[in-house]
């Protein structure tokens, strides 16, 4: 007897929508780098920094303990590969030390409550919302090195390698996502969960960035005054 795959499993074209919208929407919460003051560009590259450099290989190694299926595995193994191989984490500590950015203690502080609230919905391994999550981050971050890379040549910096990078490589990365997401999908048990519960994971990352491009109130990035 031939089994039919329902809808929400056969097309994941309305989640790939609405991670989409929400990239543009953390995109537009990031303010003109020209405009911003050399503490502020500091600010962002240095709270980017503090959340990329310690958390994404151990997003994307939580997102293949939760998988199933050797497909996914095989797509974040050779994702999780090439960040470990490559020094991905060095790449962004060198871009961060040529844009005078490595994050303070004050850095930290400012994400340090989005970025809680990541890791314990991280620690859950739910495989399909970590992967909507990764699919997200990927895709973000992809789009977001222009700017990276341009708040960095205003604080007078030369290196490109990790912005130059992950401007390329993270597009692949968000297809192999969604290629693993989909067959993910057909083993999940039915009925799926609303989108809105699927992408847990990605509005809590939502907040994080917007966390990274402006401290939440009370935090003062560390060399801001208190008037501006």
């Known amino acids: 007897m031939k089994t039919t795959i329902g809808p929400a499993r056969s097309s994941i074209a309305p989640l790939e929508e609405r991670i989409d919208r929400a990239i543009h929407g953390v995109l537009a919460a990031f303010p ?46 050779a994702n999780l590969l090439e960040e470990v191989r490559d020094n991905h ?20 502080l400012a994400v340090h409550r989005n970025l809680q609230n990541v890791r ?19 895709g973000w971050i992809t789009r977001f090195m222009p700017y990276l890379a341009e708040l960095a040549r205003y604080q007078g910096s030369a290196e490109r390698e990790y912005t130059d990078v992950h401007g390329v490589c993270d597009v692949v990365h968000t297809q192999e996502l969604f290629r693993a997401l989909e067959g993910e999908m057909t083993q999940a048990p039915e009925p799926l ?17 917007h966390s990274i491009a402006q401290p939440p109130r009370g935090v003062i990035p560390e060399g801001v005054g208190g008037s501006r």
């Open 120 to 138: 314990l919905f991280v620690a859950r391994l739910s495989a399909v919302k970590l992967l909507l999550m990764m699919a997200f981050f990927e």
């Open 32 to 77: 003109d780098a020209q405009r911003l003051s050399p503490d502020e560009r500091r600010g962002i590259l240095a709270r980017y920094t503090a959340v990329l450099e310690g958390n994404f290989i151990y997003w994307m190694t939580a997102a293949y303990l939760a998988v199933t299926t050797d497909q996914a595995h095989a797509i974040i193994r």
């Open 89 to 108: 984490p060095g790449m962004l500590r060198r871009f961060a030390i040529a844009a005078q950015a490595v994050p303070t203690d004050s850095d930290a």
């Open 193 to 209: 969960p609303p989108a809105t519960e699927l992408l847990e994971g990605v509005d809590l990352l939502q907040a994080l960035i």
